[in-house]
């Protein structure tokens, strides 16, 4: 063989390589195109570059295939007279496709490891969190602890059609005792809190007179418990007057039992200790004044000493431990509609919520009841401290709802903005509470933190103004003169704005303009849609620009509480991880609700007086919450679709632990195919969380739960294929190799 010979041999092998590698990509893109991820395993794809390379090898073989025959194969005839006229054909057709597999596959996995090191990004470490509102009792009779129901007589038909400042409450006169009650607001504790009851004893014969209260339907009560009573007795007429408190069960049998002395006639806070002789969930709270004489009583009030972490005026324990379960990176709070509240009068005013809680201003709450603002700012911020979450609060934009005063009927009034050289005013007020969070101890709204028992900052970074507004000129104008007001002062805090209601339409497309051109640091989007929405749209925000405002995605749910409902909100929490470079901020909405006292459905969390009901929705916001990380990684899972099999897979820089997770939306069993090759030092056992079962399973909120994230273990090796079972989320999380 010469060696003009060998050389034509050797260029036209490598066109005939070249050509195989070109099929080979053109047709992967093909494949990717049509069916997304392409191949469901390294298998598939061995086949698929050898069938390539065949394909490479007769489009190349004209030209080089009468040279092999007229010299490798001339040799051998002469070394070996077997007639090789048509194996020879065949042997030379295994050498090129064996070297053209080798060269194709080579260039394929060396392109493999670039493209994965190039789509690793860096994602949010605030990703997932909740939002809290005061819907559906969350507040008073839900996550704050206090035990009593209109505990300052404040009710009237304003909050509910109806109510009165003796709602919930039952004058009582056992036995043949006498005498009347009353409302009075001429002298009371303070005059934020005007309306008080004064109690006429007449004749208290054995039993005395006086009142009782049944709490939230029903005041619960554990055996061995501690409940922390108080109340303001200001003495009016008559002697000193003994006043037995008691804690009675619904057949009146005393629970427990403690009693107090009246001595001023002046507005005194009297405390007791009342520990439970036995389990109740529906005891009622008893004032009984056993003497003649007239006297006035407001802020009744009865706590659980166990409050979430021991905090005073504290939060539920139950509750809030729920909450705190999720993990969430932040807490939006106080709302929602009820920030700007049904009208000018009604938009929530953080500062009426701090202090004294006898001081705080109370008001109607938009959904249909009462704010005692007991649960204020100052106790949202420790609720944010004791979980570890980041606080976002929430101020009206100086607007009040646009369907304030019911504007879809006639008589409606609408949005209406505080008047301009009211803004000033406002603005400040705005300012202050930044200050009340993060100034020092000896600045003006930083010394009312300290003296509430917390002279440390919160270290607030992100605020938000308005919600769902009406993109209206009157909107516009003074969010503008808030946002470039904060900016001014306080340039680290990040603006969160709001773009209306809907994932789409014309509040949504002027909301990010008006956005954009204000340079908003974040930007607040809410939609409540079908589950099938949420498969449909997991790439919504894979175009979004990445150089303009960050989005928070503050209100999202797809409309019902079944497994399916909860996996296709999974899906899409992928495609929110996979875009947690431009998705800042995630929270399900709303968060909690009252049995038998709710105004929407569907929610996270349902309770009553003595349980929780955490939904499967919740426990799929609590796998995202519990294995969240802060760099992510594409391509490390094949086999998937663009919508029933969704995966995302996280880093956490605080762990290193590497964190998959895989939802199959499907009703059948399906394969993918994981390719840990990009990542060191994994241990090979993970850990496997699985949510799966019925699609239309509803975890019952009278109290038998159907599903549960069942955890075990495995493991694995750096490539594998794993079986997503029907209707299923999944999670694996390994864990870095300890150094030795």
């Given at each position: 063989?010469?060696?003009?010979?060998?050389?034509?041999?050797?260029?036209?092998?490598?066109?005939?390589?070249?050509?195989?590698?070109?099929?080979?990509?053109?047709?992967?893109?093909?494949?990717?195109?049509?069916?997304?991820?392409?191949?469901?395993?390294?298998?598939?794809?061995?086949?698929?570059?050898?069938?390539?390379?065949?394909?490479?090898?007769?489009?190349?073989?004209?030209?080089y295939?009468?040279?092999?025959?007229?010299?490798?194969?001339?040799?051998?005839?002469?070394?070996?007279?077997?007639?090789?006229?048509?194996?020879?054909?065949?042997?030379?057709?295994?050498?090129?496709?064996t070297?053209?597999?080798?060269?194709?596959?080579?260039?394929?996995?060396?392109?493999?490891?670039?493209?994965?090191?190039?789509?690793?990004?860096?994602?949010?470490?605030?990703?997932?969190?909740?939002?809290?509102?005061?819907?559906?009792?969350?507040?008073?009779?839900?996550?704050?602890?206090?035990?009593?129901?209109?505990?300052?007589?404040?009710?009237?038909p304003?909050?509910?059609?109806?109510?009165?400042?003796?709602?919930?409450?039952?004058?009582?006169?056992?036995?043949?005792?006498?005498?009347?009650?009353?409302?009075?607001?001429?002298?009371?504790?303070?005059?934020?809190?005007?309306?008080?009851?004064?109690?006429?004893?007449?004749?208290?014969?054995?039993?005395?007179?006086?009142?009782?209260n049944?709490?939230?339907?029903?005041?619960?009560?554990?055996?061995?418990?501690?409940?922390?009573?108080?109340?303001?007795?200001?003495?009016?007429?008559?002697?000193?007057?003994p006043?037995?408190?008691?804690?009675?069960?619904?057949?009146?049998?005393?629970?427990?039992?403690?009693?107090?002395?009246?001595?001023?006639?002046?507005?005194?806070?009297?405390?007791?200790?009342?520990?439970?002789?036995?389990?109740?969930?529906?005891?009622?709270?008893?004032?009984?004044?056993?003497?003649?004489?007239?006297?006035?009583?407001d802020?009744?009030?009865?706590?659980?000493?166990?409050?979430?972490?021991?905090?005073?005026?504290?939060?539920?324990?139950?509750?809030?431990?729920?909450?705190?379960?999720?993990?969430?990176?932040?807490?939006?709070?106080?709302?929602?509609?009820?920030?700007?509240?049904?009208?000018?009068?009604?938009?929530?005013?953080?500062?009426?919520?701090?202090?004294?809680?006898?001081?705080?201003?109370?008001?109607?709450?938009?959904?249909?009841?009462?704010?005692?603002?007991?649960?204020?700012?100052?106790?949202?911020?420790?609720?944010?401290?004791?979980?570890?979450?980041?606080?976002?609060?929430?101020?009206?934009?100086?607007?009040?709802?646009?369907?304030?005063?019911?504007?879809?009927?006639?008589?409606?009034?609408?949005?209406?903005?505080l008047?301009?050289?009211?803004?000033?005013?406002?603005?400040?007020?705005?300012?202050?509470?930044?200050?009340?969070?993060?100034?020092?101890?000896?600045?003006?709204?930083?010394?009312?933190?300290?003296?509430?028992?917390?002279?440390?900052?919160?270290?607030?970074?992100?605020?938000?103004?308005?919600?769902?507004d009406?993109?209206?000129?009157?909107?516009?104008?003074?969010?503008?003169?808030?946002?470039?007001?904060?900016?001014q002062?306080?340039?680290?805090?990040?603006?969160?704005?709001?773009?209306?209601?809907?994932?789409?339409?014309?509040?949504?497309?002027?909301?990010?303009?008006f956005?954009?051109?204000?340079?908003?640091?974040?930007?607040?989007?809410?939609?409540?849609?079908?589950?099938?929405?949420?498969?449909?749209?997991?790439?919504?925000?894979?175009?979004?620009?990445?150089?303009?405002?960050?989005?928070?995605?503050?209100?999202?749910?797809?409309?019902?509480?079944?497994?399916?409902?909860?996996?296709?909100?999974?899906?899409?929490?992928?495609?929110?991880?996979?875009?947690?470079?431009?998705?800042?901020?995630?929270?399900?909405a709303?968060?909690?609700?009252?049995?038998?006292?709710?105004?929407?459905?569907?929610?996270?969390?349902?309770?009553?007086?003595?349980?929780?009901?955490?939904t499967?929705?919740?426990?799929?916001?609590q796998?995202?919450?519990n294995?969240s990380?802060?760099?992510?990684?594409?391509?490390?899972?094949?086999?998937?679709?663009?919508?029933?099999?969704?995966?995302?897979?996280?880093?956490?820089?605080?762990?290193?632990?590497?964190?998959?997770?895989?939802?199959?939306?499907?009703?059948t069993l399906?394969?993918?195919?994981?390719?840990?090759?990009?990542?060191?030092?994994?241990e090979?056992?993970?850990?496997?969380?699985?949510?799966?079962?019925?699609?239309?399973?509803?975890?019952?909120?009278?109290?038998?739960?159907?599903?549960?994230?069942?955890?075990t273990?495995?493991?694995?090796?750096?490539?594998?294929?794993?079986?997503?079972?029907?209707?299923?989320?999944t999670?694996?999380?390994?864990?870095?190799?300890?150094?030795?």
């Open positions: 063989m010469s060696k003009d010979d060998i050389l034509k041999t050797v260029v036209l092998t490598m066109i005939g390589a070249v050509v195989s590698f070109t099929l080979s990509l053109l047709l992967q893109l093909i494949v990717k195109a049509i069916k997304g991820d392409g191949f469901k395993s390294e298998n598939s794809y061995c086949l698929f570059s050898c069938l390539i390379s065949v394909i490479g090898t007769f489009v190349a073989l004209p030209f295939m009468n040279i092999i025959c007229k010299t490798v194969f001339k040799k051998l005839h002469i070394m070996f007279p077997i007639q090789f006229k048509n194996i020879r054909i065949l042997i030379s057709l295994f050498i090129l496709i070297a053209n597999t080798v060269l194709n596959s080579g260039s394929i996995y060396a392109q493999s490891i670039h493209s994965e090191k190039s789509v690793q990004k860096r994602i949010s470490t605030d990703l997932f969190g909740v939002f809290f509102e005061d819907i559906n009792y969350a507040a008073d009779g839900g996550l704050y602890a206090e035990l009593v129901q209109n505990r300052s007589f404040e009710y009237s304003a909050d509910h059609t109806g109510w009165n400042p003796f709602t919930a409450w039952e004058y009582i006169t056992p036995g043949y005792a006498y005498g009347n009650i009353s409302v009075a607001s001429n002298q009371p504790v303070h005059e934020n809190n005007p309306h008080y009851v004064v109690l006429t004893i007449e004749e208290p014969a054995k039993e005395g007179v006086g009142l009782k049944s709490g939230f339907n029903g005041i619960p009560l554990i055996s061995g418990d501690t409940y922390l009573f108080s109340i303001y007795i200001r003495q009016l007429a008559g002697s000193a007057i006043v037995t408190i008691q804690l009675t069960g619904r057949d009146g049998k005393v629970n427990a039992e403690t009693k107090i002395v009246t001595d001023s006639d002046q507005w005194k806070k009297y405390t007791a200790v009342l520990k439970a002789g036995a389990t109740d969930d529906s005891a009622s709270l008893v004032i009984i004044a056993k003497a003649k004489g007239v006297i006035a009583l802020e009744v009030s009865l706590f659980p000493q166990n409050t979430y972490k021991n905090e005073p005026n504290g939060l539920r324990n139950d509750i809030a431990g729920t909450i705190a379960a999720i993990k969430p990176r932040f807490i939006r709070f106080p709302g929602g509609c009820l920030v700007h509240g049904d009208g000018l009068g009604n938009m929530y005013r953080w500062k009426n919520t701090i202090g004294p809680v006898e001081q705080r201003i109370q008001q109607k709450n938009i959904w249909g009841y009462h704010q005692s603002v007991g649960l204020g700012f100052f106790e949202y911020f420790r609720f944010c401290e004791d979980i570890g979450a980041e606080p976002l609060p929430v101020l009206p934009a100086a607007v009040c709802c646009q369907n304030s005063g019911g504007s879809w009927r006639i008589g409606g009034t609408g949005q209406h903005g008047a301009l050289q009211e803004m000033g005013d406002y603005i400040q007020d705005v300012l202050d509470l930044i200050e009340y969070a993060n100034g020092p101890a000896n600045s003006v709204w930083g010394a009312k933190r300290a003296a509430a028992g917390h002279p440390l900052p919160f270290n607030l970074k992100y605020i938000g103004i308005g919600n769902e009406q993109q209206s000129d009157t909107f516009r104008e003074r969010f503008k003169l808030i946002q470039e007001a904060v900016k002062h306080y340039p680290a805090i990040n603006v969160v704005g709001t773009v209306g209601w809907s994932p789409d339409g014309t509040e949504f497309t002027q909301g990010w303009q956005g954009k051109q204000q340079k908003v640091e974040i930007l607040d989007e809410h939609y409540y849609m079908n589950p099938d929405w949420f498969l449909r749209n997991q790439h919504r925000y894979d175009q979004y620009d990445r150089s303009g405002p960050k989005v928070y995605i503050g209100e999202y749910a797809s409309r019902g509480n079944t497994l399916y409902n909860a996996l296709c909100e999974a899906a899409y929490m992928t495609s929110i991880e996979k875009n947690g470079d431009i998705v800042q901020l995630a929270s399900y709303p968060l909690l609700a009252r049995k038998g006292n709710t105004q929407w459905n569907p929610n996270l969390i349902y309770f009553d007086q003595t349980n929780v009901y955490p499967i929705n919740y426990y799929v916001q796998l995202f919450g294995n990380g802060n760099r992510y990684y594409s391509h490390i899972v094949t086999g998937l679709n663009d919508s029933s099999i969704a995966a995302s897979c996280v880093t956490d820089s605080l762990t290193g632990d590497l964190i998959l997770k895989i939802v199959n939306v499907e009703d399906h394969m993918v195919h994981v390719n840990l090759a990009a990542f060191r030092n994994l090979k056992n993970a850990v496997v969380t699985v949510l799966s079962g019925r699609p239309q399973t509803i975890n019952n909120v009278t109290g038998v739960t159907n599903i549960l994230p069942v955890v273990a495995t493991q694995t090796t750096k490539t594998f294929d794993w079986n997503l079972p029907p209707y299923s989320f999670i694996l999380r390994w864990k870095q190799k300890s150094k030795q």
